[in-house]
T-cell receptor
Framework: GIQVEQSPPDLILQEGANSTLRCNFS?????LQWFHQNPWGQLINLFY???GTKQNGRLSATTVATERYSLLYISSSQTTDSGVYFC?????????FGAGTTVTVRA | EPEVTQTPSHQVTQMGQEVILRCVPI?????FYWYRQILGQKVEFLVS????????KSEIFDDQFSVERPDGSNFTLKIRSTKLEDSAMYFC????????????FGEGSRLTVL
């Protein structure tokens, strides 16, 4: 399966700050998704982005498939953005997850 | 917006007991999955299911696990004799007809084995 590496593993932000999370993957993909895991453990789907750029409010994501990486941008962070952000990729109909980036936003 | 629903949200069971976790995938989806996340670890693939049979399973998915689509809507994961190490969050997911499409995840079922 695809190897997915996320960086940084941990990120501490002051409220209002911007940040970039990175996802590197080992092979070509036909599916890439970003998730936010909230404190209750639920996986919230942020983006389905096997290529290109998408924006949703203060969040945006870019995937450069030819260079095998994806970036998740958080702008004007809020305390509710805290949690673990997972990148997951697939080229064989099942997703492989990275280890996640734990984001802590301080008021 | 259609969503994947899972029940129960949390189940506590004694070691050795059988557990059934239930999922209702999005109605027109054809591909179904179970994933597991042990506390503090990454989300791991367990099994995929298509056309009423397992299409792929991981090494985690041993003989104590089984999946079933007993009717047109439910998709279940059964653990026959639970062990302490089965304590985890279990996620169900479904995907539509395009096999390279997006996976939609349920909110998870937290299993605690005592």
């Amino acid at each position: 399966g695809i190897q997915v590496e996320q960086s940084p593993p941990d990120l501490i932000l002051q409220e209002g700050a911007n940040s970039t999370l990175r996802c590197n993957f080992s092979d070509s993909v036909n599916n890439l998704q970003w998730f936010h895991q909230n404190p209750w453990g639920q996986l919230i789907n942020l983006f389905y982005i096997p290529s290109g750029t998408k924006q949703n409010g203060r969040l945006s994501a870019t995937t450069v498939a030819t260079e095998r990486y994806s970036l998740l941008y958080i702008s004007s962070s809020q305390t509710t953005d805290s949690g673990v952000y997972f990148c997951a990729c697939s080229n064989d109909y099942k997703l492989s997850f990275g280890a996640g980036t734990t984001v802590t936003v301080r008021a | 917006e259609p969503e994947v629903t899972q029940t129960p949200s949390h189940q506590v069971t004694q070691m050795g007991q059988e557990v059934i976790l239930r999922c209702v995938p999005i109605s027109n989806h054809l591909y179904f999955y179970w994933y597991r996340q042990i506390l503090g670890q990454k989300v791991e693939f367990l099994v995929s299911f298509y056309n009423n049979e397992i299409s792929e399973k991981s090494e985690i998915f041993d003989d104590q696990f089984s999946v079933e689509r007993p009717d047109g809507s439910n998709f279940t994961l059964k653990i026959r004799s639970t062990k302490l190490e089965d304590s985890a969050m279990y996620f169900c997911a479904s995907m539509g007809t395009g096999r390279t499409g997006e996976l939609f995840f349920g909110e998870g079922s937290r299993l605690t084995v005592l």
